[in-house]
């Protein structure tokens, strides 16, 4: 997963778009905490402690722990750890170099602090961002327009002429042009509503972290109102000192969050949740079509298949294994698929399921067994690898389906160890059959795509002309 599809995933697990700023502050925290082995240590601890599953984000400000010299420094590093892995982590270092230096700094953030993001400054232009964004699965947040009273002296400036837009909006722009701009974030000040408003029109997609609120006087509803995207999300609300030196920092940070979330809920486009999440789910899956045409997993033309049969379209889904980026995305699908089905355990069939069943389960948690095509003659001489109990019920994965005959085949080492098999789930049904035959066996498929919705897409987006369309429904009705 990248590092926004982490943010989004905390988000809505915990109905949060609050982020809070870890600054700790020695001179300020109690006397069992001053006294303790490791002061910030024990503070950050503590927060986190009350308010995990009120936030999205937690944001450390490398400033305050370098200024405690190695121990800050040492305090940092383990408050990250603690933080773990669900909960994405935001270090706001304000970095802005080039070259080598810009990369070191990356290195830093993401290797030796452990950041899922940090914030960058854009002054220096596309080649001081890129050793960051390099790191697939992290992201930047380039300072846009900050929260602070002077931030107009710079970033309002016109650029381009009399008619020139303002610079900080120019950074938004040449964010969203950037090739890797999935990966970049905004920063935004709520102290200035106006400017959210703006930078939303300019990059409708981008998540943004918005300082400002509480102490330095930027309002949540004002925030919400300008700056959320469509689908309710999009915002990282940033309360440093609201939360962590309020008397009671988790009864501060629950008020804080439902403070957003009623802003949230005045407005339109988050009131029809169930239809965002459907339009949310097909851009997924648009988005997953046409990155199996790029990598060359479906493919038209003319091919000869195992039966002899002559076919104008390929899929090969074993190509998965060889591109990461695509494997994860389809991995996500099988889970959102898994997640309404009982079961134990997976069994994925070889062997082109088998890398995909390996990023199911790591995705999702569950254990992973395979069915072998063929029984070893020495060793444990087992059937089926890995750990599994007599009567578990495990769902079947594979990689796609065409009349069936192949699945029924895989499941019979499952039935005769004991294992009970209802449903099985593949990426693409070839609808060649393959739904109803199983059917006959009193097994139910789930399938993420179907051919006809891969020829809509590709047909959609210039891939393919609608004579190659054809021809596969043509081919179709024949087979």
Known sequence: MTFFDRLADAARRNDSLLCVGLDPRPELFSPEVQSAPDPILAFNRSIVDATRDLVCAYKPNYAFYEAHGIEGLRALQETIAYIGDQTPVILDAKRGDIGSTAAAYAQAAYEVWGAGAVTVAPYLGRDAIAPFT?????????????????????????????????????????????????????????????????????????????????????????????????????????????????EDPRAAAEQIRDQINAARACLPAVQSAPLREASQREGEKKALILDLARIGAVRFGTFTLKS?????????????????????????????????????????????????????????????????????????????EGVYESGERVV???????????????????????????????????????????????????????????????????????????????WLAQT
């Open 396 to 474: 079947v994965l594979d990689d796609l389906i065409t009349t069936g005959g192949s699945k029924i085949e895989a499941i019979a080492p499952l039935a005769e160890a004991d294992l009970t098999v209802k449903d099985i789930v593949v990426l693409i049904d070839r609808q060649g059959g393959g739904q109803e035959e199983l059917a006959r066996h009193g097994y139910a498929l789930h399938s993420v795509l179907n051919l006809e919705q891969i020829l809509d897409v590709l047909v959609a987006h210039g891939e393919i002309d609608e004579t190659q369309r054809q021809e596969v429904n043509d």
């Open 134 to 246: 390099a790191y697939r699965d992290r992201a930047v947040f380039l300072l846009c327009h900050t929260s602070n009273p002077s931030a107009g002296e710079l970033q309002t400036l016109s650029v381009g002429g009399a008619n020139g837009e303002p610079l900080y909006l120019q950074v938004a722009h040449l964010a969203q042009s950037w090739e890797d701009a999935e990966r970049i974030g905004l920063v935004v000040g709520a102290t200035y509503p106006e400017a959210l408003r703006a930078v939303r029109q300019a990059a409708p997609g981008a998540w943004m972290l918005v300082p400002g609120i509480g102490a330095q006087g930027g309002d949540v509803a004002a925030a919400i109102q300008t700056g959320l995207r469509e689908d309710g999300l999009g915002l990282v609300v940033n309360v440093s000192r609201g939360v962590c030196y309020a």
């Open 308 to 384: 002899g049969a002559t076919s104008p379209i390929y899929i090969d889904l074993r190509l998965l294994a060889s591109y990461p980026d695509v494997l994860a995305r389809a991995a996500t699908a099988y889970a959102g698929l898994l997640q309404g089905l009982n079961y134990q355990r997976i069994a994925a069939i070889p062997y082109a399921a088998l890398p995909i069943g390996t990023a199911v389960s790591l995705q999702t948690g569950e254990p992973l067994i395979y069915p072998r095509k063929e029984t070893k003659a020495y060793g444990t001489r087992r059937a089926i």
